[in-house]
């Protein structure tokens, strides 16, 4: 049973990671710097 769940995790893990430089590859540095800074600008007050 402890296999089952360390490989369904390893899986997890390593679809995270191909999302993630799937990301990176796909846009141009513009967007993956204006989509980085989308955490620090959620913030703004409006009125």
Known sequence: ???FIFMG???VKAF???V???FCNR???EQI???SRI???DEEHHG
């Open 39 to 41: 955490p620090l600008e």
């Open 9 to 11: 995790d390893m899986l």
């Open 20 to 22: 993630g430089i799937w």
């Open 27 to 29: 846009g141009n540095d």
């Open 33 to 35: 710097a204006q989509i």
């Open 1 to 3: 049973m402890t296999m």
């Open 16 to 18: 995270m990671v191909g």
